[in-house]
């Protein structure tokens, strides 16, 4: 009888004992696929970051490209009301007039353009000389750099020295334009002294 009541207690043991292993198995399965689908999901959602990305840096960048490029575009007449000299040495011109000012980049106390970033700029200036005894001298300079040089004598009527450069400047350069010895010019509110200049794409 005794026997009998182990075999029964032991048959179901074991019949119990399969059970639970396949549940575990069930189980580990389970956890197994949930695990995949996470990564999967994770995949999936880093794919998705990524295309968000990229539209979203598509989106941005002319924003950032109109963000970062400074509009720059000047033009100064000289202010005078008579005539102007440089006799034994040359000097920065200032132009005190403000005819346009986009950008802020002139200054009216010295009399220099500072780049606001790398890019290539055009300069021009015209200055009006009336005496015959004296020529107009002018020069462009970037930072101590001559760039150009334009001369003009008066005979008998008044003269116009006009001169232009294209530039390729880095940010905190100086462009200037100077009077040089032996030089005088006349203005009035005609404005026939002027010097201009403006960005014409960044680099």
């Known amino acids: 009888m005794r026997v009998s009541v182990v075999l029964l207690l032991l048959c179901f043991s074991s019949v119990h004992l399969h059970r639970a292993v396949d549940q575990l198995g069930v189980g580990d399965k389970q956890i197994e696929f949930t695990q995949s689908q996470i990564e999967e999901l994770k995949k999936q959602d880093t794919g998705m970051e990524g295309s968000a990305d990229s539209k979203e840096l598509s989106a941005e960048e002319p924003g950032e ?5 400074a509009k720059v575009a000047f033009s100064y007449a000289s202010g005078l009301n008579g005539v102007l000299k440089a006799q034994s040495s040359g000097f920065i011109l200032v132009f005190r007039k403000k005819i346009t000012d986009v950008g802020k980049t002139y200054n009216t106390i010295t009399g220099v353009f500072t780049a606001p970033l790398r890019g290539v700029y055009y300069f021009r200036f015209n200055l009006l000389g009336c005496n015959s005894s004296n020529g107009v001298f002018i020069s462009l300079n970037k930072n101590k750099e001559q760039i150009l040089y334009v001369t003009e ?19 905190g350069d100086h462009v200037y334009v100077v009077l040089n010895r032996n030089s005088e010019i006349s203005d009035n509110n005609n404005n026939y002294c002027t010097f201009s200049g403006f960005l014409l794409f960044p680099m």
Do not use: I
Not at 153 to 171: D, H, I
């Open 65 to 69: 490209e109109n963000s970062n490029t």
């Open 153 to 171: 004598k008066p005979r008998g009527s008044c003269e116009t020295a006009s001169g232009g450069a294209t530039l390729l400047l880095q940010k």
